[in-house]
DNA sequence: TCTGGGGTCCTAGGACCC
DNA sequence: TCTGGGGTCCTAGGACCC
């Protein structure tokens, strides 16, 4: 643990409802909630104002609808709580490179990674954590924020919510345990509903009570590493580091029906368009994976999970498709599905569909690009350049269908760009994987070029 | 009118290999 | 002769978070 409050942590307050109170004044001092408006729909966000009739996140919209007749109701206009997100991080990344967003309204700042003449004293952060707030208000037009700020992530992020709404709190170090001390297990983040009954069933309510039990107790109540690491947040303890860029480990869309399905029919073709929309999501995030999942949700709530896992990674539309309808039909759907899921999961930055290469007819029913590479007019041919080594796949917005060739590392296919960057990962069926490059999107050493086919 | 959608991490059992 | 033991991969389910 640090001996100073160097890891900060922010939250916006009432993030979604609040945007739409800003965007929309008359909404101003009302209560507004956002979420699902079918008749399964949930609250995503409430307003304080609705808080005070009661309604939270998570609450079907029918129940908060009878709390809070009066609230405006609202779906969601997530391009507007991107844009604000941004802002926000933007903000953050001027106090330190290292931010970590945990989604789009909330973020670790790692403060001793920042500017070194920073003063990271009590009085320095809590400054700078005001700062912040001001600025975060200044720059989205009015959004709040809780600030709080601590020596590890844990307690920062309790500290952010001692600080709500609209105000910072730093724990100054030494007084970790004396904070948590008070606390209800509950506000440690992992101690859900089921743990806390579990807790509660021993006598166990407060973190000093927690603090009481030893490390044997607390596994055998809650297994080796939950209970462990139980064991070591209730002492303050939290070593973890804040990191910017983390990997996507699965990546999966669901869908509830407004009224259950049971034509197998219609689910065979729910899940097909399902797995065209995880499809288009895997290649505009240039990866692919392994593992294909089915979720399905009876009309009791009863829920399961089917999965297969291929040979080689995939992005596939058709093989996704091809392996969930499979799935699908080993399940029974006669009694009624409320919900239908696919996902992907098991990664890889790279696709080894060469394996399974997709014949002609397969490839001219695919959505009108092949998914790989096309010449460029004019441009010269890798593939009869010489002995170069063959990407195993080309996908780009940036130059689309095309490789990017760098004299330096050979050919490297594009598999992230925006913002005027794009990043080639020089990487071959050949060579294996290579060095992932960032350049300046007008760089001229970036030649569109072709593998064959 | 029962209970969203997108994720992460953990557990446990069986298969399989050495 | 009764029944190793560890490591890894895969599958299914569950708790939890925003």
């Given at each position: 643990?640090?001996r100073?409050?160097?890891?900060l942590?922010?939250d916006?307050?009432a993030?979604?409802?609040?945007?739409e109170q800003?965007?929309?004044?008359?909404?101003?001092?009302?209560p507004?909630?956002?979420?699902?408006l079918?008749h399964r729909?949930?609250?995503?966000?409430a307003?304080?104002?609705?808080r005070?009739f009661?309604?939270?996140?998570?609450?079907?919209?029918?129940?908060?609808?009878a709390r809070?007749?009066?609230?405006?109701?609202?779906s969601?206009?997530?391009d507007?709580y991107?844009?604000?997100s941004?802002?926000v991080?933007?903000?953050?990344?001027e106090?330190?490179?290292l931010?970590?967003p945990l989604s789009?309204?909330e973020?670790?700042?790692?403060?001793?990674?920042?500017?070194?003449?920073?003063?990271?004293?009590l009085?320095?952060?809590?400054?700078?954590?005001?700062?912040v707030r001001?600025?975060?208000a200044?720059?989205t037009?009015?959004?709040t924020a809780s600030?709080?700020?601590?020596?590890?992530?844990?307690?920062?992020?309790i500290?952010?919510?001692l600080a709500k709404?609209?105000?910072?709190?730093?724990?100054?170090p030494?007084?970790e345990?004396a904070?948590?001390?008070?606390?209800?297990?509950?506000t440690?983040?992992g101690v859900?509903?089921v743990?806390?009954e579990?807790?509660r069933?021993?006598g166990?309510?407060t973190?000093?009570q927690?603090?009481r039990l030893?490390?044997l107790?607390?596994t055998?109540l809650l297994?080796t590493?939950?209970?462990?690491?139980?064991h070591s947040l209730?002492r303050?303890?939290?070593?973890?580091?804040?990191?910017?860029?983390?990997?996507t480990k699965?990546?999966?869309?669901?869908?509830?029906?407004?009224t259950d399905i049971t034509d197998?029919?219609v689910?065979?073709?729910v899940?097909?368009?399902?797995s065209r929309?995880v499809?288009e999501?895997?290649?505009a995030?240039?990866t692919s994976?392994?593992?294909?999942?089915?979720?399905?949700?009876?009309?009791?709530f009863e829920?399961?999970t089917r999965?297969?896992?291929l040979a080689g990674?995939?992005d596939?539309?058709r093989?996704?498709a091809?392996?969930?309808t499979?799935l699908?039909a080993?399940?029974?759907?006669s009694?009624?599905?409320?919900?239908?899921?696919v996902?992907?999961?098991?990664?890889a930055d790279w696709?080894?569909d060469?394996?399974?290469?997709?014949d002609?007819?397969?490839l001219?029913?695919?959505t009108g690009?092949t998914?790989?590479?096309t010449t460029?007019a004019g441009?010269?041919?890798?593939?009869?350049?010489?002995?170069?080594p063959?990407p195993l796949?080309a996908?780009?917005?940036?130059?689309?269908g095309?490789?990017?060739?760098?004299?330096e590392h050979?050919?490297?296919?594009?598999?992230?760009s925006?913002l005027?960057?794009?990043t080639v990962r020089?990487?071959?069926a050949t060579?294996?994987?290579?060095?992932?490059?960032?350049?300046?999107?007008?760089?001229?050493s970036l030649?569109p070029?072709?593998?064959?086919?």
């Amino acid at each position: 643990m640090r001996r100073q409050a160097t890891i900060l942590h922010l939250d916006l307050d009432a993030f979604f409802a609040a945007v739409e109170q800003r965007d929309k004044p008359s909404l101003r001092g009302k209560p507004v909630v956002v979420g699902g408006l079918g008749h399964r729909g949930v609250v995503s966000t409430a307003s304080y104002e609705a808080r005070l009739f009661g309604v939270r996140s998570a609450m079907r919209t029918a129940e908060a609808r009878a709390r809070c007749p009066h609230a405006a109701y609202l779906s969601g206009r997530f391009d507007a709580y991107r844009a604000a997100s941004r802002v926000v991080m933007g903000r953050l990344r001027e106090i330190s490179p290292l931010v970590e967003p945990l989604s789009l309204d909330e973020a670790f700042v790692d403060l001793a990674a920042g500017d070194e003449s920073r003063h990271l004293d009590l009085d320095g952060v809590t400054a700078l954590a005001e700062q912040v707030r001001a600025d975060v208000a200044e720059r989205t037009g009015g959004l709040t924020a809780s600030v709080g700020a601590a020596s590890s992530k844990f307690l920062a992020k309790i500290a952010s919510e001692l600080a709500k709404p609209d105000g910072s709190y730093v724990v100054a170090p030494g007084t970790e345990i004396a904070t948590l001390d008070p606390l209800s297990v509950r506000t440690i983040p992992g101690v859900g509903p089921v743990t806390a009954e579990r807790l509660r069933r021993i006598g166990v309510h407060t973190v000093e009570q927690l603090r009481r039990l030893d490390l044997l107790e607390l596994t055998s109540l809650l297994g080796t590493a939950y209970g462990t690491s139980l064991h070591s947040l209730a002492r303050g303890e939290d070593h973890r580091g804040v990191v910017a860029e983390r990997e996507t480990k699965s990546l999966s869309v669901e869908d509830t029906f407004e009224t259950d399905i049971t034509d197998p029919r219609v689910l065979a073709d729910v899940a097909t368009t399902m797995s065209r929309r995880v499809s288009e999501r895997l290649r505009a995030n240039a990866t692919s994976g392994r593992t294909v999942t089915l979720k399905i949700r009876h009309h009791d709530f009863e829920t399961h999970t089917r999965s297969a896992t291929l040979a080689g990674p995939t992005d596939d539309a058709r093989v996704i498709a091809r392996t969930v309808t499979g799935l699908l039909a080993e399940i029974d759907t006669s009694s009624g599905i409320r919900l239908l899921g696919v996902g992907v999961s098991g990664m890889a930055d790279w696709v080894q569909d060469d394996l399974f290469p997709p014949d002609d007819d397969e490839l001219a029913a695919a959505t009108g690009s092949t998914g790989a590479a096309t010449t460029l007019a004019g441009e010269p041919d890798i593939a009869t350049a010489g002995a170069v080594p063959r990407p195993l796949r080309a996908r780009s917005r940036w130059a689309p269908g095309a490789d990017v060739v760098h004299d330096e590392h050979g050919p490297g296919w594009v598999w992230g760009s925006g913002l005027g960057r794009v990043t080639v990962r020089f990487e071959t069926a050949t060579t294996g994987p290579g060095p992932v490059r960032t350049f300046d999107a007008e760089d001229p050493s970036l030649t569109p070029g072709t593998v064959e086919p």
